[in-house]
């Protein structure tokens, strides 16, 4: 038979094809043929499910940004410490809990 050298980047493996004939009873499907529905919706909208999910991101993103910045201002305007100078006002605010929960 036929020798195959497979290597990787600590291991060297040599393998000796005896047979290249395969039973049809020993072939397993383990679910990635192309009839799946699964690779069927991916092919089609692919894309589209994957632009979706970025500016649903995005949008998750960019509004838990926004609640916590309210949540601040807010904790500001009524006199609290700042977060930066060592308060921990915010933490008693639903806006900001809002905001890091989104």
């Known amino acids: 038979g036929s020798l195959i050298t497979l290597s990787c980047l600590s291991h060297r493996v040599v ?19 192309d009839s799946s529905w699964i690779t069927r919706l991916e092919s089609s909208y692919g894309f589209y499910i994957g632009l979706g999910l970025a500016v649903f991101s995005s949008f998750l993103i960019g509004s838990s940004v926004i609640l916590k910045k309210k949540g601040l201002l807010r904790l500001v305007e009524k006199g609290g410490t700042r977060a930066g100078d060592g308060g921990h006002g915010y933490l008693k605010d639903w806006l900001w809990w809002a905001g890091l929960l989104t």
Do not use: H, K, M, R
């Open 15 to 33: 393998c000796q094809v005896i047979s290249s004939a395969v039973p049809a009873d020993s072939v397993q499907d383990n679910g990635t043929s």
